[in-house]
């Protein structure tokens, strides 16, 4: 007998929301299950922040279902409310609310009592790295920190499901490292994540599932196809060549490298050349480089050309032409 489905902690079915004559989403279903990270990924104007206000609960759908822990906003919506952490795109200014003041009354506004919420917004502060701020007026804020600000607004009231909009755009380097952490950290302790970005190098680390969305419509991601790209760059475009004439491998010329497509001379020994090859993954990767060393290639580097999220994104916008 099957299993039944694990519950979901946000269920979202068949949404739809116009703008007057403009349709931004058509028909969007999706479902994050409690501890996963599932990334939101679509070209500008596909429907990420209207689909992601319609599940925050801040936009009404024109039709179709939302639950979350089996709750619809209809039925349920404080509870709901809740339940659900938002943190927007850009943020507006407090006019002169402390860091520590925004985040308490944000904690008010979801019925925390004062001490709980003070001492939850201290902590949260320490976590984004703005306890040096917690008095400042949050006005002062650089839109890097504003953002993180953002974040701990978001979780001011520890909601089990968590919905971030672009969270790393305005963030430094740290700041990104810090933020794919929390998030993995969250996940762990049970919180369901989803998270938009146009990053898709970095949602690739940080995320276990994708929804793609394109024109307001939801996708799965697709089957992952059976062969990738990857770069090789060889110490001698010569050998390399000539083994894989040997073994029937098609190299193609790595449009981004000189050498390698032929519009730059290849000037003996240290003038690397990179090519992009289709392998099957990790283990075909592994023979390659066995077979090549032996045959004498010296390759000095192998890595995929971008990640799976970044080859499925472009392979199905190449569908859709
Ligand atoms: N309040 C609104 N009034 C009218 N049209 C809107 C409104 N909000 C969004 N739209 C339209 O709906 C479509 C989807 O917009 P949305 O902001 O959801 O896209 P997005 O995927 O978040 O884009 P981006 O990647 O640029 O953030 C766009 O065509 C947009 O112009
Ligand atoms: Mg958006």
């Not at 003070?118 to 976590?127: E, F, K, N, S, Y």
């Not at 993180?148 to 430094?172: F, M, N, T």
């Amino acid at each position: 007998m099957a299993l039944p489905p694990p519950p979901a902690a946000l269920q979202a079915t068949s949404l739809r929301r116009a703008f007057g004559p403009v349709v931004a989403v058509t028909d969007a279903s999706l479902h994050l299950a409690p501890g996963s990270i599932t990334a939101l990924v679509g070209p500008n104007g596909s429907g990420k922040t209207t689909l992601l206000l319609m599940l925050a609960g801040l936009l009404s759908p024109d039709s179709g279902d939302i639950r979350i822990h089996g709750m619809s906003y209809a039925e349920h919506g404080p509870d709901a409310r809740r339940l659900v952490g938002w943190m927007p795109d850009a943020f507006g200014t407090w006019d002169s609310l402390t860091c520590v003041e925004v985040l308490t009354t944000f904690g008010a506004a979801y019925r925390l009592p004062a001490d709980v919420a003070r001492d939850r917004a201290r902590g949260l502060l320490r976590t984004v790295h703005l306890e040096e701020f917690a008095d400042a007026p949050a006005h002062v804020l650089s839109r890097g920190q504003k953002q993180r600000l953002g974040l701990a607004r978001a979780l001011i009231h520890a909601p089990g499901v968590l919905l971030l909009d672009e969270p790393a755009s305005g963030l430094d380097p740290r700041s990104r490292v810090d933020l794919r952490h929390l998030v993995r950290s969250l996940a762990d302790a049970g919180v369901a994540v989803l998270v938009s970005s146009h990053v898709l190098s970095e949602l690739e680390e940080m995320v276990d599932d994708a929804v793609f969305i394109n024109r307001g419509q939801t996708h799965l991601a697709p089957a992952v196809s059976p062969s990738w790209q990857w770069r090789i760059t060889v110490l001698d475009p010569g050998p390399l060549h000539a083994w894989a004439a040997t073994v029937g491998l098609p190299l193609a010329p790595d449009p981004d490298d000189p050498v390698a497509a032929g519009t730059a001379p290849f000037a003996g020994d240290l003038r690397p050349a990179t090519f992009l090859v289709h392998l099957g993954g990790e283990a075909a990767a592994a023979a390659l480089v066995r077979d090549a060393v032996t045959a004498g290639v010296a390759i000095s580097r192998l890595s995929p050309a971008a990640g799976r999220l970044e080859q499925t994104y472009l392979a199905m916008e190449t569908e859709r032409r």
